[in-house]
């Protein structure tokens, strides 16, 4: 069968309004789409009922509003069509009313302390840019989330926000310098997900995994990744059978994922879906992420999203591409053959390098999480500090704009190579190391981790970024009708751009030692985790990106706070309760088992060398146990602490120090016991399993 064939079947998409609704009804969605109009109760009711038919012919029996809470997941509840006419009669309905607002009960969802039982009502609006679509017999309409009183309680609505921001700002600076006229801009977000595979069966025998998706303790295996034969290599038979049955349904919801292929570490994978408007492209990967897990357990495998399941190999990400089109498709960050008189692309470009330099800490916080910690700052995904790539051509280019240089001719020619994408200059136009790298007509940053919902980074780009071009239109604006000066201004614009912020372009190796001495030279921040930007952002003036543009008030950035503070209270609780459990269930029973193995042999024999091992593990098992007393009473006290702020510090300093410490131990001892006492499938068990 032909791929377009069931492509988008299971979606209720443009071209299906088109199609099924009355003429009239579907310029009028498409007017309420473009935020210009509000959709009317008649229109809302045919296009309900335009839904309603299409999803029952496509075995649909329930619709549900569908939404991403604050913890940045999904949810939904089912609501059957059926319903009973007066006469006593069953009826399949769907109303416009029904389609455009639902009430869930909002009292079991995170809220930040912003919604009290009492008041729990919340309210589900439709979001009439994303496609609705159907999974197994349920109809799901993408909506927003708010409490009774209008607080946000989801990433869609900000993002939409944050999105509708950017485009009036960005289209007024475009229409300065463009005889085409845009209406509007859009944020257009292509993402990269990577994931590991594991064996089921070698996954059902590890709580650390089934709790955590990360082992907490694993010795190395003889074979990581040293030998770098993974990449782009041979997919393995059941990964590929998995892949197609992952493409059927992604395709048929109309999903263009596009690359498949072998990551770096043992089990590792990606998927890369074509980029799209900025929502759906979100709304496309946390279908993704839900698909790649069920199609997994199909396959007798487990998808882990962690960004960290193994120590020692590569963890896993989610490279967020970013660029602002107009509706009539100019992309903003495209750098034509002669981007020094290209005034749209320099000053969205100067606008990225401000908001990266301005905004470090909040970028980190937007893409981190317990979980991403494990994974930042490695000698592998971008380190800790954020920086900016441009390539070195463009580099040179914004330099000379800095230093008042005349910028020569002759390096223009080299451009070309940009705009035939596919033809890199030099080497270093593809840098791996850095959070945002410019990789051609686009800024792809690479900070996020693999679990993580991309909303909150989408967000933050696009609000900063709406603030800081709002700074640059209020400059431009008076010279509207003067291009000579207006032109001036763009150059002067940049010029301070690059005098106050250029310090986060660098384009050599983000990796080295040499870069981290550099980065603390210019200043830059380095957090060490997602505790310590979370804490620092408290000192961040937010007013002006986040308050002054509606996107979020005081008190939803409290409570986002609050929120995450409890993220990393209960990810570093669950750590340690795990690994208390693995203690005393797997890991010292291992060890006890094999004492007694060698004390047999001992009976018989004298050796030496097996008495030295028999009490290096004996050692071992007496400090694991003292470890694990210590653990628990730390764990104890942990639970009690009231405040906050102190809860999340004692779990990610204290807490979080100790469990490292016993995966010390346990690794340590795990290669002297023999394979029949092992009561944990071993790193080597289970990079060999697929
Ligand atoms: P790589 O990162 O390996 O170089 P690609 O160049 O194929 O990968 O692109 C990676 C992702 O970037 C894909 O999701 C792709 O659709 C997306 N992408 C390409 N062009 C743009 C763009 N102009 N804006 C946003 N995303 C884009
Ligand atoms: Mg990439």
């Given at each position: ?68 809470p604050l ?32 009430e869930p009960d909002a009292s079991s969802f995170p809220s930040g302390g912003m919604r009290s039982t009492f008041e729990a009502r919340g309210y ?21 989330f708010m409490s009774y009183y209008g607080e946000k309680l989801d ?398 008030t005081?008190n939803e950035?409290r409570a986002l706070y609050e929120i995450?503070?409890k ?77 906050l ?46």
């Open positions: 069968m032909k791929t377009t064939e069931n492509f988008g079947v299971k979606v209720f998409n443009k071209e299906k309004m088109k199609e099924k609704l009355p003429y009239p009804i579907y310029l009028k969605w498409k007017d309420a789409q473009r935020v210009e109009k509000d959709l009317d109760k008649e229109s809302a009711d045919a296009i309900a009922h335009a839904m309603k038919d299409w999803a029952i012919a496509n075995g649909a029996t329930h619709f549900a509003h569908w939404f991403q913890n940045g997941h999904t949810a939904k509840k089912y609501v059957a069509f059926l319903d009973r006419t007066v006469d006593g009669d069953p009826i399949e309905r769907f109303s416009g009313k029904e389609l455009i607002k639902g589900t609006y439709w979001d009439l840019t994303a496609n609705s679509f159907i999974i197994g017999n349920v109809l799901y309409i993408p909506t927003i990433k869609r609505g900000p993002l939409l926000d944050s999105c509708n921001i950017l485009s009036d700002v960005g289209r007024d600076i475009v229409n300065l310098f463009s005889d085409t006229h845009a209406y509007r801009m859009r944020v257009k977000v292509g993402l990269e997900q990577e994931f590991f595979l594991v064996d089921k069966k070698l996954y059902d025998k590890r709580s650390d995994l089934i709790n955590i998706g990360r082992t907490l303790v694993g010795a190395p295996s003889p074979k990581g990744q040293e030998f770098e034969d993974r990449y782009f290599g041979q997919i393995p038979k059941r990964v590929e059978e998995f892949y197609k049955d992952v493409d059927k349904r992604l395709w048929e919801l109309g999903i263009y994922s596009k690359t498949e292929h072998n990551e770096n570490a043992p089990l590792q994978f990606e998927l890369a879906s074509i980029f799209e408007n900025a929502n759906v492209a979100i709304d496309d990967n946390l279908l993704c992420m839900n698909i790649l897990k069920e199609e997994a357990l199909k396959h007798g495998m487990v998808c882990l999203l962690h960004e960290k399941p193994f120590d020692g190999v590569n963890g896993s990400g989610k490279h967020n591409n970013y660029s602002i089109t107009t509706n009539y498709g100019l992309n903003c960050f495209e750098p034509g053959e002669d981007p020094y008189n290209n005034n749209v692309f320099l000053l969205f470009t100067a606008a990225i390098i401000k908001v990266c330099h301005k905004y470090q800490t909040l970028l980190r916080l937007c893409s981190s999480s317990p979980s991403n910690d494990y994974r930042l700052g490695g000698l592998e995904a971008p380190p800790a500090i954020i920086s900016v790539f441009l390539g070195s051509d463009l580099e040179d280019l914004f330099n000379a704009i800095r230093d008042d240089e005349e910028y020569s001719n002759d390096s223009k020619s080299k451009f070309r190579a940009y705009s035939l994408k596919d033809i890199p200059l030099d080497t270093s136009d593809r840098n791996r190391t850095s959070a945002m790298s410019f990789t051609g007509n686009k800024f792809e940053f690479r900070m996020l981790g693999s679990s993580k919902n991309a909303s909150d980074i989408n967000i933050c780009l696009n609000t900063a970024m709406a603030e800081v071009l709002g700074e640059m239109k209020d400059i431009l604006m008076p010279y509207k009708d003067d291009k000579i000066n207006l032109r001036k201004k763009v150059l002067e614009i940049v010029k301070d751009v690059m005098k106050k912020h250029g310090d986060i372009v660098y384009s050599g190796d983000n990796y080295s030692k040499e870069w981290k001495e550099e980065a603390i030279k210019r200043g830059l921040k380095n957090h060490k985790n997602y505790l310590e930007a979370l804490l620092d952002a408290k000192n961040l003036d937010l007013k002006k990106i986040f308050i002054d543009s509606n996107i979020f005081s950035l995450s503070c993220e990393i209270i209960n990810y570093n609780l669950l750590e340690v309760k795990t690994l208390l459990s693995m203690l005393t269930k797997d890991i010292c029973q291992s060890l006890q088992s094999e004492l007694r193995d060698i004390e047999e042999i001992l009976k018989f024999t004298e050796n030496k060398e097996l008495k030295k091992i028999y009490d290096t593990i004996n050692n071992c098992l007496s400090d694991l146990y003292n470890k694990y007393f210590d653990l628990k009473l730390s764990y104890e006290h942990a639970v009690k602490i009231e405040n702020e102190d809860k999340a510090k004692f779990t990610q300093n204290d807490l979080h120090e100790k469990v490292l410490d016993i995966r010390e131990v346990s690794d340590k001892v795990e290669v002297l016991i023999s394979r029949k006492n092992l009561n944990l499938p071993t790193y080597e068990d289970m990079f060999n399993s697929l």
